[in-house]
């Protein structure tokens, strides 16, 4: 029987490479390909989650210095209700005890059920 000669192993696959991509350069592999194109998806990642991160970074000041005005707001709040809770007490002494008393009433009988 007679056996084939083969192309050397070069040429095939030169052969096969240029099947398989034909617009690319023969002497590459198809895995230096592969790891190329992983690369620029990698690379194309890292742009994108950069940008994602400094989106973030932004909305994450933004809201902080959101919640530091609502909460010096809040403050200036409660102490503008405790300086007129202090003037109510001074000015009628006797109305703030029966409040007081009331409320505790109140407390206790909601505590109990």
Known sequence: MKTQESAPLKDSTT?????VAPNVEPHR?????????????????????????????????????????????????VEKSLAKLE???????IAAAGIAFAAGVLATALLRR
């Open 87 to 93: 003037a109510f007490v001074k000015d009628r002494p």
């Open 29 to 77: 592999s198809i895995t230096q390909r592969i790891a190329s194109s992983a690369h620029e998806t990698i690379d194309s990642a890292a742009v994108k989650a950069d940008e994602l991160e400094l989106h973030l970074r932004a909305g994450a000041v933004k809201a902080g210095t959101k919640l530091e005005s609502s909460q010096e707001a809040a403050t200036a709040q």
């Open 15 to 19: 052969v096969i490479a240029s099947s």
